[in-house]
Every structure is written in C-alpha cells, then in structure tokens.
C-alpha cells in the first residue's frame, strides 16, 4: 500500500549529528528505485556509488568543477581506477604539462608510466597535421613485442625499423651510396644479382669478382678488389706479399712522378732496373736510364738522350783502364 506525503514549503530531514538517513526499498534483486525529479545536490566530500552498473545519460561529463583558478589548481584531474592491492590505474590530465597521461600509482612523485595504450589509429590535427612521438629526453620508438616486423614492411608508406634498413642492404643485389650519377656501389659475387646490378645500371663490370666501385659524373673513377685497386688509371697489386706492383691499365701508358717546386724523387734505398733486350725508344727533350746485359762498360747501365745517342756508362774499373790504355 503506497503513501503520499505533500509540504506546502521545504521539507528536511535531520538525524542526530553522524546520523544516517537510509532509504530501503529492498534489495537489488527486487528492483526498487528511488526516484528524484529535480536536481540532485551532494555537499559532502565523497559520493561512493556502489550500484554494479552505473548508467549516465549526459554526453560530458565535468571534472574539477567549479574551478576558480587558471588550470587545474591541484595540478591533476582525471579518471582513477581502483586494482586492489596492485597500485591503481589512472588517466589524467596534468596541468604542468599541458597533457593527457596514463599511468599507474597515484599523483605527484609515484606516478609510473608503464601503462599501454591499446588501439587502432591516430590522426593529427587537420590544421596541424605533424605528429610528435617523442619531445624531449633519449627515448626511441620501438616495436619490442611484434613478430619479425621487418618482414611486415611492404608499403612504400610502412615505417621501417632499424632491423629493416640492416637486412635491406644485406640483402639488396648490392649497396650503395648515390647522388644523381656520382655513387659508391658494393657488389659481392656471393649475392644474387650484386654483379648484374652493377653492368645494368653503370655499364661497368667488375669481372666476376667481389669489389667496391666509385662513379664520379657517371664515369668509373676507382675500383678496389680484395687484393688489388684500379686508381684513376694505375693498379695496386699485392698478388705477391713480398713484390706488390703499381702498374697502368693501358698498354704503352706512362707513369709519371712530378713532384712540386724543386722538389725530389727520393727513396731510402736502391733502385732495381730490370733488364731488357730491346733499346728503348728516343723521347726528344728527355733522357732515358734503362737495364741491359752488360756490355763492355761491365755496368749494364745504358742511357738513350735527347740527341738519339745511346750507350752504356762505364764502371769505375774500366774507366782507369781505358784512360791508361787510351
């Protein structure tokens, strides 16, 4: 049986200071509601709802209201949820930072941010589209957890990771650093397609074997294998430990050592003329020194100068001997 009660003014309640004033309507299987048509106003300092659902019609909910300050006076505001005897979960907003967090413990100095963030996509402003991952400190972005994320990069617009960029240049016919027609390509024999790469895209070759080739203006400047080097036209051989070689890659080239100045061509020891059974040819305004078997000057030491002369300098022995005959 129902009862209705009317005031013709205000209406209160008051228990003995401490009190409780309870309203049972049974328990919460039975379904009792306690309505209120108007506003409801809370003055105390906690409100625990301990319904298991707890359904709000409001599309916005306020936090720190009533805030009379510039920002959040006590510096947090936010979400905070209860774990038990694990420290509680929280989002909030920090008024030092300008800043949405997550994090667990609780404000000021215990707050930990270990927590994830799970979900699908985030988009940028559309009036300021830069997205900013880390601003500050020496922290990285990384992929820990994911499996072989390298080989899940396909698209060109996919960000790579450090693991990505390493594999593709082992990986890759052949490595190279390029700017328009200048590049430095490595090519191993090892890898498939390294040496077709290099003849497809320069037009040089490097003969079958593993080498680092330098293009200078699209033109083949410098080419290092593993026991020799092409330089501007010279090679560096150390085919022999004991008798490495510098040669030119043209036949009848000349290799010329100009110094600067009045300075020399020196060397801390001898110099080994090996002999050959043909004279040089005459060069007019120079003077060459060449080996042969020794003839009657017994030095083996022959010169063919400007004035197409040639002949063999005499040793010291011979040279008192013929002025005693002569």
């Not at 509680?88 to 800043?99: L, R």
């Not at 270990?114 to 699908?120: F, G, I, M, P």
């Not at 078997?293 to 010169?303: A, E, W």
């Amino acid at each position: 049986m129902s009862e209705f009660l009317q005031t013709n003014g205000d209406y209160n309640i008051k228990t003995r200071e401490g009190g409780i004033v309870k309203l049972d309507v049974g328990p919460p299987s039975a379904g009792g509601q306690v309505i209120v048509t108007a506003n409801l106003v809370v003055e105390g300092d906690t409100l625990t709802v301990e319904a298991e659902n707890l359904n709000v019609r409001d599309n916005i909910i306020e936090l720190n209201y009533g805030e009379t300050g510039a920002g959040v006076s006590l510096r947090y505001s936010g979400l905070q949820i209860d774990r038990g005897t694990l420290n509680p979960a929280s989002f909030f907003w920090d008024e030092n930072d300008d800043s949405f967090n997550l994090a667990t413990g609780s404000p000021a100095s215990t707050f930990n941010y270990n927590a994830t963030l799970r979900l699908k996509k985030i988009t940028t402003d559309t009036a300021s589209p830069d997205l900013e991952l880390i601003g500050y400190g020496e922290g990285v972005i990384t992929v820990t957890g994911t499996n072989d994320y390298e080989n899940q990069v396909t698209d060109d617009d996919d960000i790579p990771n450090k693991k990505y960029v390493d594999d593709s240049i082992r990986d890759n016919p052949t490595f190279q650093i390029i700017d328009d027609n200048t590049r430095v390509i490595v090519t191993d024999k090892e890898v498939s397609g390294s040496l077709a790469y290099l003849i497809a895209n320069t037009g040089y070759s490097t003969f079958g074997e593993s080498a680092v080739s330098v293009l200078i203006d699209g033109t083949l400047n410098t080419q290092f294998y593993t026991n020799r080097a092409f330089i501007q036209g010279l090679e560096f051989n150390q085919n022999e430990p004991n008798n490495p070689t510098i040669s030119v890659n043209n036949t009848n080239d000349n290799i010329y050592l100009q110094t600067n100045g009045t300075g020399k061509v020196r060397t801390n020891y001898g110099i080994q003329l090996e002999e050959i059974a043909v004279d040089p040819a005459y060069v007019s305004g120079s003077t060459i020194q060449y080996a042969k078997n020794p003839g009657i000057g017994d030095t083996g030491l022959f010169y063919r100068n400007s004035n197409n002369d040639t002949d063999e300098l005499i040793s010291k022995n011979k040279a008192l001997l013929f002025s005693m005959i002569f």
